[in-house]
């Protein structure tokens, strides 16, 4: 018995293995419409074996996209594309979730391979939000702290777009508070300075995901899972820690969250980073068995007897893998092969590819 291919529930939905794809941007779209590159990425998972297939970081609204070409989801245009999507990923046996995100002080940013610096406003940017107005280096100078009516309503921008995501027919959603983007700068107190109801306090600085993962459920349905990727610390003094996710943990079940994928970082430009093999992994651990929910691991996690022993020891429920699955879509197959799982047992192949099945 392989714990990564034992199917997983959440309420009322059941994930056929536990090799999850984590989300990834293209910077591929246009107006925030996805098209046949993304079918044609995101498919490729769900026919190589994935469990779940999480979207990109999509938008809630235009503001929030990271660079001018991500993904989006506040209008009809975008659901119906994403609708095509989230239909072949079901059809293939697995299950489509989408990451809602807002981009925060890291908006208006050019793709990885046009070099990551700001976009002008004249090249088709624009100025971006965040919780109080500190720049990320290298980035947009720019930042605009938002008045607290602003923050107030972003509860609803993620209601409307989790309504969206439904409707296109995704059956979770994940709130993206890590890596920098709005909802981790308002966690952490090296970028929310405010004064008001939304910063200061551990309270105050997780007010507003609360009031987001409550709105998401919400909007959501009971039936539905909802993820939240954190980043689970920092690693700098003075910022999120582990400690922090531990005891936030309790507070996003009681808001209606499921389950915490346990990413780091993203919101210190110098910070030093232990990178290797699973380095995130321990992240996952200590939420799981110190804060009571379910976890994803993820973070170079690349083979599968790795991927196998982190669901088997508990110290997550999930992995997520990115970059591995850029380099091979088909991974669940030659993992589930690799660890003795029969054809059926939590990875289907398709009908047309039976032939290429390893003996
Ligand atoms: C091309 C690319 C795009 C990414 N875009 C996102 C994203 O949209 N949202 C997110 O939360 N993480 C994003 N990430 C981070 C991955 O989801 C993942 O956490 C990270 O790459 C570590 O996992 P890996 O070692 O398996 O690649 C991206 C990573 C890559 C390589």
Redesign the pocket.
Known sequence: MSALFTPIRLRDLEVRNRVWV?????YSAHHGVPDDWHLVHLGSFARGGAGLV?T??TAVVPEGR?SPEDTGIWNDEQQAAWTRIAAFVRDRGATPGM?L?HAGRKASTRA?WLGRGPVPDDAGGWRPVAPSALAFPGLRDDPRALEHDEVAALPDAFAAATRRAVEAGFEAV?V?A??GYLLHTFLSPLSNRREDEYGGSFEGRTRLLLDVVRAVRGALGEARPVAV?LSATEWTDGGWTVEDSVKLAPLLTEAGADLV?C?SGGNVADATIPVGPGY?VELARRVRADGGIRTGA?????EPEQAEQIVADGSADVV???????RNPHWAFAAAHELGVPVGGGVDWPDQYLRAVPS
């Open positions: 984590s989300p990834m941007c293209q999480f990109e970081a990271i990451q995100a990885p994940e993206h890590a890596h990727r994928d990413s995130q993820v973070g170079m996690i690349t997520l893998l990115a970059r591995a699955l850029l």
